[in-house]
């Protein structure tokens, strides 16, 4: 055991909310794209005519600019699924459930990694599916927050840095409350679910250049400041360790950088393996694209046995990273799902020798 945490048995990912859709690309197992999902789950058949399931669009997943995880896991007989982030707006994390007939009675927790809104805007939408579908529950959702809030958010692009927007607003700790939630403020590295899940603490950053989110403003004192919207302190990952197979890593967005990330993890977890790295990497944009070539090199030292790019990786970034880890570099996107089943800590082994070998 370590930080406070147990190795889970299982671990089922659902993305619920992404940039993209992937369905076309032949995915290994134990990743499954969203149509062999819906076509096994009472799809709507085509009596009159084929007698074949329908491939239904018009109730399938939709894309949204933001990132969703539901992550369940299992330890003995003890299960918890927790939203680790709620996408953008209403609509696709509301579409998006529904779409993939998620019952929402099951999530116990909502965990948010940062206080952006294309990671915070589906939170009181979320709260509404949870607490209709467990009509007569009286006790308030916890809701897993950093306690620094920013009062705003923009953007300022380089090189001028000039501040031309601003992000939606996030939800407010008070209309958390008011749609059932109850907000628990979490600076520091904690674990949850009877230890199957670890929420990081604020990433310290090592490498010289993953140096934040290159035109991220933050209002302050009544005017825009560069440096705390750059440096995004508030984010935060999450690791399932999967007995006999490893680290499985939710980092939503990156901003702290994907190697300070996984450098946090690995301390946190000395000597286990990385099995899995999911997430966006917030490597798009050609102010970022010198830090393509370092990020892969790190990534490959940590030898995953598969990283699943998403959200705000950008495509130059995704195309490096196939170049340089082949197929452990796996085109998700909203609807896939993942279904990781533990094994015994010598066959993993074993495994892991063969690969190396």
């Given at each position: 055991?370590?930080?406070g945490t147990?190795?889970?048995?299982?671990?089922q990912?659902?993305?619920l909310v992404?940039?993209?859709?992937?369905?076309?690309?032949?995915?290994?197992?134990?990743?499954l794209?969203?149509?062999p999902?819906q076509?096994?789950n009472?799809p709507?058949?085509d009596?009159?005519?084929?007698?074949?399931?329908?491939?239904?669009l018009?109730?399938y997943?939709?894309?949204?600019h933001?990132?969703?995880?539901?992550i369940?896991?299992?330890?003995?007989?003890q299960?918890?699924?927790?939203l680790?982030?709620?996408?953008?707006?209403?609509?696709s994390?509301?579409?998006?459930?529904?779409?993939?007939k998620?019952?929402?009675?099951?999530?116990e927790?909502i965990?948010?990694?940062?206080?952006?809104?294309?990671?915070s805007g589906?939170?009181?939408?979320?709260?509404?599916?949870?607490?209709?579908?467990?009509?007569?529950?009286?006790?308030?959702?916890?809701?897993?927050?950093?306690?620094?809030?920013p009062?705003a958010?923009?953007?300022?692009?380089?090189?001028?840095?000039?501040?031309?927007?601003?992000?939606?607003a996030d939800?407010?700790?008070?209309?958390?409350?008011?749609?059932g939630?109850?907000?628990v403020?979490?600076?520091e590295?904690?674990?949850?679910?009877?230890?199957?899940?670890?929420?990081?603490?604020e990433?310290?950053?090592?490498?010289?250049?993953?140096t934040?989110?290159?035109?991220?403003?933050?209002?302050?004192?009544g005017?825009?400041?560069?440096?705390?919207?750059?440096?995004?302190?508030?984010?935060r990952?999450?690791?399932?360790?999967?007995r006999g197979?490893?680290?499985?890593?939710?980092?939503?967005?990156?901003?702290?950088g994907?190697?300070?990330?996984?450098h946090?993890?690995?301390?946190?977890?000395?000597?286990?393996?990385?099995?899995?790295?999911?997430?966006?990497?917030?490597?798009?944009?050609p102010?970022l694209?010198?830090?393509i070539?370092?990020?892969?090199e790190?990534?490959?030292?940590?030898?995953p046995?598969?990283v699943?790019?998403?959200?705000?990786t950008?495509?130059?970034?995704?195309?490096?990273?196939r170049?340089?880890l082949?197929?452990?570099?796996?085109?998700?996107?909203?609807?896939t799902?993942?279904?990781?089943?533990a094994?015994?800590?010598d066959?993993?082994?074993?495994?892991?020798?063969?690969?190396?070998g």
């Amino acid at each position: 055991m370590m930080a406070g945490t147990v190795p889970v048995d299982s671990l089922q990912i659902n993305i619920l909310v992404d940039n993209s859709i992937e369905w076309m690309t032949a995915l290994p197992p134990p990743f499954l794209n969203e149509v062999p999902q819906q076509l096994r789950n009472n799809p709507p058949i085509d009596e009159k005519l084929t007698g074949l399931p329908f491939i239904d669009l018009e109730n399938y997943c939709c894309g949204a600019h933001g990132l969703s995880f539901l992550i369940t896991t299992t330890h003995g007989d003890q299960r918890h699924t927790i939203l680790f982030d709620a996408g953008p707006e209403s609509k696709s994390i509301d579409r998006n459930i529904k779409a993939l007939k998620i019952d929402p009675k099951a999530i116990e927790r909502i965990v948010l990694s940062h206080w952006h809104a294309d990671h915070s805007g589906g939170i009181l939408t979320a709260l509404q599916l949870i607490r209709e579908a467990q009509e007569g529950v009286s006790n308030p959702l916890p809701v897993d927050l950093h306690p620094k809030r920013p009062i705003a958010r923009g953007i300022a692009p380089a090189p001028s840095f000039k501040p031309i927007a601003r992000l939606p607003a996030d939800p407010t700790l008070e209309e958390i409350k008011e749609a059932g939630g109850e907000p628990v403020l979490n600076a520091e590295g904690h674990a949850i679910c009877d230890g199957q899940v670890w929420v990081s603490g604020e990433i310290q950053r090592v490498t010289d250049f993953e140096t934040g989110l290159v035109g991220g403003i933050e209002w302050v004192d009544g005017s825009w400041q560069r440096e705390p919207g750059q440096l995004v302190m508030d984010e935060r990952y999450a690791v399932v360790d999967v007995r006999g197979k490893g680290l499985v890593i939710f980092s939503s967005c990156s901003h702290a950088g994907i190697v300070n990330v996984l450098h946090s993890a690995s301390k946190t977890f000395p000597g286990r393996p990385i099995h899995m790295i999911l997430g966006g990497l917030h490597l798009a944009g050609p102010e970022l694209a010198y830090r393509i070539e370092p990020t892969v090199e790190a990534i490959a030292s940590y030898k995953p046995d598969y990283v699943v790019p998403l959200h705000c990786t950008g495509f130059d970034a995704k195309v490096k990273l196939r170049e340089a880890l082949g197929d452990k570099i796996v085109p998700g996107g909203v609807g896939t799902g993942v279904f990781i089943v533990a094994v015994k800590d010598d066959e993993s082994e074993e495994n892991r020798n063969t690969r190396s070998g």
